[in-house]
């Protein structure tokens, strides 16, 4: 007997969408090119991500940029286990029941980050909606770990909500991690659908909450585009991240990664996407990034000394 071994990997991977209707995925077009990764560093990367027994959101998701980023040494670890506790449309990590902590995954990212000799790190997480802290311990070990071995790195961190539990919150805000990532990641119109488990307001009251804590880290939020949302939808949630004192935007096109996945309403174009970067700009921003490969943790390092110079300009102009 021989098996569809897609069906089989997709059921395991999402057991709760499996009853759901397929949704035809379209071709993609022409701007959404991407790069395979063959260089020598793209296996270095792999190969210290493999020893160290770390999971990397690139490989998770199915990253479209993998071959560009790994081939410059930038990954984006994945804390806390492969499977996630909530079941968004648009995402392809796997979910259901996750496994016990690791409780020395903090040590082995924190090696991983000095081995790759890392300017500049990017540490994302499942959902853990199981655990009583969701998880909010493990990444301020996490943080420490990383500082204790390579303390000259600085450190960007994209948690989930922590149920907007603001003592669990305040902890990792106070380990100072240099950048907060939170991902809004669509308009509150779509959240039923598209992020279920999540609140709109629970984000970015979250991302609120870390300015409270310690205005000198640089707060940070994600869209992706394709889901239906409208631009004037986009403009609000725009107003209510500025509101929100969140300094850096990051706009991407969604990708439907299975056909049991959210289909893609619209391939917003090249010229559509520097119109809504000029729009989030007029809204008063440090820094924007809004193209359809653009991604929470692309360019994240680079994008890190723009937005120091950034703020440092802001504040040079108003002193
Ligand atoms: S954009 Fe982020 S998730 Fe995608 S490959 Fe690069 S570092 Fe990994």
Not at 26 to 34: E, L, M
Not at 61 to 83: L, Q, R, S, Y
Not at 224 to 253: H, K
Request: net charge positive; proline share 6%.
């Amino acid at each position: 007997m021989t098996y569809n071994t897609e069906l089989l990997d997709r059921a395991k991977r999402h057991p709760e969408k499996q009853k759901r209707p397929d949704r035809p995925m379209g071709k993609k077009p022409s701007w959404i090119r991407v790069k395979a990764g063959q260089g020598k560093t793209y296996k270095e990367t792999l190969d210290t991500v493999k020893q160290l027994k770390l999971t990397t959101v690139c490989e998770e998701a199915g990253c479209p940029n993998i071959g560009e980023c790994w081939d410059k040494k930038h990954a984006t670890f994945m804390i806390m286990g492969e499977v996630c506790t909530r079941a968004c449309s648009f995402c392809n990590v796997a979910t259901g029941k996750p496994n016990e902590l690791d409780k020395y995954e903090p040590l082995r990212v924190g090696v991983a980050v000095e081995k790759m000799d890392l300017k500049h790190v990017v540490v994302t997480s499942v959902d853990r909606d199981d655990l009583k802290d969701s998880g909010a311990d493990h990444f301020v070990k996490t943080i420490e770990a990383i500082r204790f071995k390579a303390p000259d790195t600085t450190i960007e961190i994209l948690p989930g909500d922590f149920r907007g539990k603001e003592g669990d919150i305040d902890a990792v805000a106070k380990a100072k991690p240099d950048v907060f990532n939170h991902n809004l990641e669509t308009v509150p119109r779509l959240y039923p659908t598209i992020r279920p488990g999540a609140r709109y307001f629970r984000s970015l009251r979250l991302l609120q909450r870390v300015k409270e804590i310690d205005p000198t880290i640089f707060t940070k939020s994600g869209l992706m585009v394709g889901l239906g949302e409208t631009r004037e939808e986009i403009s609000q949630v725009m107003d209510d991240m500025r509101a929100a004192d969140i300094d850096f935007i990051t706009i991407g096109q969604y990708l439907q990664p299975t056909p049991k996945h959210a289909a893609v309403e619209h391939f917003w174009t090249p010229e559509e996407f520097e119109g809504l970067e000029k729009l989030a700009r007029s809204k008063g921003f440090l820094m924007v990034s809004a193209t359809p490969l653009t991604r929470s943790s692309y360019h994240a390092g680079e994008d890190f000394e723009k937005l120091r110079t950034a703020r440092a300009e802001k504040l040079a102009k108003s002193a």
